[in-house]
């Protein structure tokens, strides 16, 4: 068990590209999360899968955002035509049912 | 809606100095609630958790207790140390349709001098 894995830890981009970030669960995980955390503030429920399936979305996910988990194992986030506010860490975290939830360290997006 | 309010920071104390940070919640329901842990550069950490009324949560000194009269979680550790310095952060659990979805505070920067 290595726990929750994200990579890159940092991404710096300019305003208007696409980044995608991944994030590996422990592995017997059923259940991954992806939230935003911004300066000063707790994190953000941005979406969840239950093995493959895309179960929730919160409003934060603009139509510029996708989450993929395509067999159920390691997930992406993609953020298409970055602005400036989205510039953000970027938390995975895993569970299995009645376990707890495990954040990997994440992804600081900076967008210039 | 769901919420979590918890004392805003930073909090500075010296070494062994008693520690309360404030956390009240605002839910549908009886949540879970816990504290998180986040060392610098590092992702959060469970600290501790309660997930009935009159539950204690405890970790690490670190404890915790579900007061649903009052609607409070507030943490409390006896004698801090330097190492302790993180940023804390309450959240409660909302379970629907399967979905383990975490609401937190802000968070709560605690700086521990020696």
């Known amino acids: 068990d290595t726990g929750v894995s994200q990579n890159p830890r940092h991404k710096i981009t300019k305003r208007g590209q696409n980044v995608t970030f991944r994030c590996d669960p422990i592995?017997?995980?059923?259940?991954l999360y992806w939230y935003r955390q911004t300066l000063g503030q707790g994190p953000e429920f941005l979406t969840y899968?239950?093995?493959?399936?895309?179960?929730?979305k919160s409003r934060l996910l603009s139509d510029r955002f996708s989450a993929e988990r395509p067999k159920g194992s390691f997930s992406t986030l993609e953020i298409q035509r970055t602005e400036q506010g989205d510039s953000a860490m970027y938390l995975c975290?895993?569970?299995?049912?009645?376990?707890?939830?495990?954040f990997g360290a994440g992804t600081r997006l900076s967008v210039l | 809606g769901n919420s979590v309010t918890q004392m805003e920071g930073p909090v500075t104390l010296s070494e062994e100095a008693f520690l309360t940070i404030n956390c009240t919640y605002t839910a549908t329901g009886y949540p879970s609630l816990f504290w998180y842990v986040q060392y610098p550069g590092e992702g959060l950490q469970l600290l501790l958790k309660?997930?009935?009324?009159?539950d204690k949560g405890s970790n690490k000194g670190f404890e915790a207790t579900y007061r649903k009269e009052t609607t409070s979680f507030h943490l409390e550790k006896g004698s801090v140390q330097v190492s302790d310095s993180a940023v804390y952060f309450c959240a409660l659990i909302l379970t629907q349709g399967g979905s383990e979805k975490l609401v937190f505070g802000k968070g709560t920067k605690l700086t521990v001098n020696p």
């Open positions: 592995s017997e995980h059923n259940r």
């Open positions: 309660a997930t009935k009324a009159d």
């Open positions: 899968f239950q093995n493959e399936a895309q179960l929730e």
């Open positions: 975290a895993s569970s299995l049912s009645g376990t707890g939830t495990y």
